[in-house]
């Protein structure tokens, strides 16, 4: 094996790890705000690069500004997914809750198909497409993007939950909903945020890979799923252990699909899921903790 | 008969018990008071195996039962009951007393699927032997009712008729006079009383003073994870340190 | 119960003179897939509506039940008889051994461990091509056969079927009447005090997952002998959430509803035939629906809906 093919593997693994970090990161925000696996995360990636396709092309807007636009219509489709179908669920349980976001994210698919067609769409790269030189293997410019713009979101991230009234808030809830309503923070509100804040990262996530490796209707599906692979190995943090699962998770597939079989590419996570799951359910850097009777 | 030495239990940083030690004879009832946060329950549930302890031990009858799961300590005759009930909502309180019939019955999935000869003639005697503890709890009228949709007083006596079904050497009751108005406590210290009699040893975390008072030969009081005092109801009416730390705060 | 027993003798009749009914057609291999479905459904309820154990990977057993049987058949020439079994038997000790860990998980780990679990055997079936024949599938499976007859037409494969889906069903309305069936509901509704009473929950939640998978690899096996050609495609991911909205839409804990909700979601796509593709739209919101306005399903949500309906009309008829 040589060196600079493992170099390259590793590189192109990075951004797409990065793509799962991000997506992840969502999963996890929703899931500590409110205990709820949102299976329809996928779709706001699904979105966010369909949705740019359009404003490139039906609203001929400069790619400056169809980021944004396309953002912010995820983010509103983020918005009235939980208004119609999560807030008035009378019956939340687990079960209900994953039936629920599992329904909407076919609906969302299906209306998707409906407007973009069953066809894989390209969306040009930011910034060209000349290849650069990293010791004896090579990136695209996109590559670097999505790195940077992943950096920019975590470091926004951070600042957001540490350092801002809402963001605290947002992490009293994911340490005791109830005790986080008694001291008067509005939970509902924040169940609210939480939507519109992993709307809008996966939405970003799906624009940025999406001049790497195409989009379409059904994309959600297999990204969303990955995204949650890295949560699960970050224990469900929004924080850097999410970071470091996607991009783990990005690299040794894309070293599993170069050096062993493209085939069983998606088969890696998978088996990384199951593993982790059976191994370490509190993610690779949890404490386990016990539950209450 | 139930013998716990040096239990210690840690959560994170949090020490819930520390070196805890006590006998219960055989045929006793005993009751475990302390103020909330004591860590009565965390011991309830070291004993009836649903929590792990830092360290310590667990003798019933002589046998060291330290880390057995819930399922095997009911098959050693040890049972329990829950300070926020758990009843199983979605079924009818005759059938909840079945599931308590579990480790008396053995049909397996098998036999219960192709309605084996031995399984039908098994579930005609579950359902009578259930029948029969719904009426020591005074509950038999209530037999077909759905669980969940019982007012709180009955479903405690559905969980303590659910308990003896297992046929129990030994009770553990949590807080079972919790939520209930004074006319079912009544009710409640008889019904403890009838299950002594029945040979059936009883630990009870109890908040009712009178309740603990009038029914409990002894007495072990928790504070902040430690054993406080022991003794018969008398000698902890009378145990200054109880006076000072639990009792006689507010009066 | 003897209710449950009555109900199930009515349908078992009714199933039977269905043909009669039909005269045959094209409804027949409708009806074909509404039994196989029907099992598919009853192996996830018990799982999931008795035992309250989601699994999003079911179509990996079945899938995995019709490629041993199609595999055993054509290219080990075994008889389909004894493939039937011999592919149960491995699809069980499969899920026997991933069970303890799997089972472990509760609520949505439990979910993402299962599906997981569907899309690894998914792409096994794609990508160990000289065994499965990968994407493209296998064909030539051969039809079962029974004192000379062959299974190789809609009406034979509607009675093959059936009979097999009536004795799941049967056998499923038993078990929740049982010892072991109220255990699972037990384990459903408080595990730890379940536990307590000395239900062991662990090798409970194994064992039904064992039965659900094995149920599940008979009738892939079923499904690879009367299409005798499968691939991939009927395995994946679609597929298991399509079983798991059948079990949702008929009624959880309920057999009846499974075939309720195996028919709706196997006759639905006929009608929507004019919409192909879209049907999905239809699907999303039909499970989002459902759970928002009938959780109980279908088995419960219409006689309720029957009931407030012929109140209404009792009370206006009073005024
Ligand atoms: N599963 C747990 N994880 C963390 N802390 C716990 C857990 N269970 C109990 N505790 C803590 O242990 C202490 C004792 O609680 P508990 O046994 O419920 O008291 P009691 O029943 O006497 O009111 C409390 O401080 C409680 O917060
Ligand atoms: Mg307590």
Redesign the interface.
Known sequence: MEFDQILQYSLSGLSTGAIYALIGIGFSII?NATG??NFAQGEFVMLGGLLTLSSLQLLKLPLWAAIPVSVAISTVVGVIFERL?IR????PT???????T??????????A??VWG?DTHAIPPFSGDTPIAIGGATILPQHLWILAITLIIIVVNKIYFYHTISGKAMRACSYNRRAAGLVGIDVKRMVLFSFIISAAMGAVAGIIVAPLTMTAYDVG?MLG?KG??AA?IGGMSSGISTVIGGLLLGVLESLGAGLI?S??K??IS??I??LI??IR?QGLFG?A??ER? | MLEVSGITQIFGGVTALEAVSFKIAKGEITGVIGPNGAGKTTLFNIISGIYRQTSGTVLLEGKDVSGFPPERLARLAMVRTFQNIELFGGMTVLENVMVGMHTKSSSGLLACSFKAPWSISEERRIRECAMTWLEFTGIADLADQTAGNLPFGKGRLLEIARALAVGPRIILMDEPAAGLNSQETLALAGLIKRIRDLDITVVLVEHDMELVMDICDRIVVLNLGKKLAEGTPREIQESPEVIAAYLGDDD | MKKDLLLFIAFALLVMAAPQLFKGGYLMNVLVFVGINTMLAVALNLLLGYAGQISLGHAGFFGLGAYLSGILTTTYSMDPWGAMPVAAIIVGSLAGLIGFPILKLKGHYLAMATLGLGIIIFIVFNETVDLTGGPSGLSGIPNLKLAGVSFDSDVKNYYLIWTFALAVMLFSINLANSRVGRALRAVHDSEVAAQVLGVNARLLKVQIFTLSAVISSLAGSLYAHTMTFISPASFGFNFSIELLTMVVIGGLGSIFGSFLGAALLTLLPEFLRAVNDYDIIVYGALLMVMVMFMPGGLVRGIPALYRKIAGQKGEAGNA
Do not use: T
Request: glycine share 8%; with cysteine; proline share 6%.
């Open positions: 899931y709820i696996i179908a008035p669920l009378r019956q687990p079960i209900n809750l994953v039936i629920i599992i329904g909407g994210s076919i609906l969302i698919r299906g209306l198909m409906l069953k599906v799923l949650f692979c699960i079989s085939g069983y998606d088969a998978f088996i899921l199951l799951l059976f359910p404490k903790d016990s009777v």
